[in-house]
């Protein structure tokens, strides 16, 4: 069965330094999306990405970060300038066709980042 | 900003019975809701989704249902294995134009052999 891959499962960074957080969405895909949950809070949106540009991001999605889709078929995360808030479960997901025609997400395992 | 909310935290069930989670949402822009399932140290894992123009959807133990005068929704697991035990997680999506899923905070169920 298809599944959204991430990787790594665990990144430990120091304040301040960049880091990337790498997906690979389902192959026939076309929207992919991140995801982020604190520990003991909501999983919260932060970008969702369609034919290689931002269709919508949240608030928290600031200018310190960033996506892409370098070559087709990986996903990418980057944030630029870690803080320690930046600490969470990033989860990458993609779905089929627009959500607005209840289309269904797909999650991946998560990239558990924790900014020292 | 509360606007999908899971009231109850936890849940425990007998194995064999049923399991009732419960979902409300404050914004009536929302026409699709999914649930997912969450063990520790993985992903949401879906489970069963709704469109607004249902009611109720079925899959073999899963069931949703949808009342949309009242902005909730439900799920039944009947009946329920000690396998169920996890996060579950409802979200809502649909507001015109958007894409994002907003989720709730989840409920721990817990299903006792």
């Known amino acids: 069965e298809p599944e959204v891959t991430q990787t790594p499962s665990h990144q430990v960074t120091q304040m301040g330094q960049e880091v990337i957080l790498r997906c690979v969405p389902i192959?026939?895909?076309?929207?992919f999306y991140w995801y982020r949950q604190i520990l003991g809070q909501k999983v919260e949106f932060l970008v969702s990405?369609?034919?290689?540009?931002?269709?919508?991001k949240s608030e928290i999605f600031d200018d310190q970060f960033s996506v892409e889709r370098p070559d087709g078929s990986n996903f990418t995360l980057k944030i630029r300038s870690t803080k320690l808030e930046d600490s969470a479960m990033y989860f990458c997901?993609?779905?089929?066709?627009?959500?607005?025609?209840?289309?269904?997400?797909?999650f991946g395992p998560g990239t558990r980042l924790t900014v020292l | 900003d509360q606007q999908v909310k899971q009231n109850s935290p936890s849940l425990s069930v007998q194995e064999g019975r049923i399991s009732i989670l419960n979902c409300d949402y404050t914004?009536?822009?929302?026409?699709?809701f999914l649930w997912y399932k969450k063990y520790p140290a993985e992903g949401p894992t879906f489970l069963i989704s709704?469109?607004?123009?249902?009611d109720k959807n079925e899959d073999g133990r899963f069931t949703v249902f949808l009342n949309k005068s009242a902005k909730h929704l439900s799920l039944h697991i009947v009946p329920s294995q000690p396998g169920d035990s996890a996060v579950y997680f409802c979200?809502?999506?649909?507001?015109?134009?958007?894409?994002?899923?907003?989720f709730g905070k989840g409920t721990k169920l817990s299903v006792i052999p």
């Open positions: 192959s026939n895909h076309l929207y």
């Open positions: 709704i469109s607004s123009i249902k």
């Open positions: 979200a809502a999506s649909g507001r015109a134009g958007s894409y994002q899923l907003t």
């Open positions: 997901a993609s779905s089929e066709r627009s959500p607005l025609t209840t289309d269904t997400q797909y």
């Open positions: 990405f369609y034919n290689n540009e931002i269709s919508e």
């Open positions: 914004n009536s822009m929302f026409d699709y």
